[in-house]
């Protein structure tokens, strides 16, 4: 596994594919991401890998060893790509964004789900930015024509009430073809490609989401804020006035989606009017009649 050369390519506008590029697999050009960037320490140092166990694998492997807040790890492709509550995700080869940031906040633990939601918004604000309109499903998925095309994986580390670090893992379905798609998810999830009929330039954007993230990161870093954020996800909530079922370990409950509070909290409310709140932690939401 070798970290590559950084080479410098000319720039693309508005992230879509030049004609040429269109039949062949083109590896990400890392300087291409910098020419796009803005942040100020994410993104600054980015680790590429032709192919990867799992860019979050990965990710942990480096925070142990020190390295920066900030620091992203990306791969072409990911042999053992990982999702929540232990799924497994495809990675296919040069199709897709599979990257990890490694951040070290200093916030409690119980404050990490945030990270998720702000990197939703990010990756909401970086399509939007290149013309994409999609739509957050509660708590971590984005969602293109009722399908999912994007998947994001926090995990952290730390003891007690002191965090180590926090990776944040972002998949994205940028060029991939529906035929490789795994047959038990061709129903519910799908590509970029598939949807606008267009290849994308991944490098466009991954800085667009890079910097996104590094805005909505700094406010709730800074002000302890996550206002930005909570409107993106309430205002683009594919799930919000929908009924659902929340799976949870043991039970799962039939209720309607009304709102995502200030926590990032998804309030729920039953046939009886009862309203609760749902925590990301380890529950899974789904459409009562679909994938949302
Ligand atoms: C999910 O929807 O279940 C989350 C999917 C997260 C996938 C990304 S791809 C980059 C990073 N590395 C991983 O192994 N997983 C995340």
Known sequence: MKEKEIKR????????AKEQEMSEYNTLNCEEIRENLNTKYIGREILFFDKIDSTNTKAKEFSNMGKNQGTIIIADEQTKGRGRLGKSWSSPKGEGIWMSIILKPEIEPKEATKLTQIAAAAVWEGLNKIGIETKIKWPNDIVLNGKKVCGILTEMSGEQNKLKYIIVGIGINVNTDSSKFPEEILNSATSLKVETGKRIKRETLIAM??????????????????????????????????????MMKDQQKEVKAIDINEDGELLVKDREGNITKIISGEVSVRGLYGYV
């Open 9 to 16: 390519e000319k720039d693309n506008e508005k992230g879509v």
């Open 209 to 246: 989401i890079l910097n996104s993230f590094e805005n909505l990161y700094e406010e709730f870093i800074k002000k302890d804020s996550v206002e930005t954020v909570m409107k993106i996800c309430k205002e683009k909530s594919a799930l919000i006035g929908k009924e659902v079922i929340v």
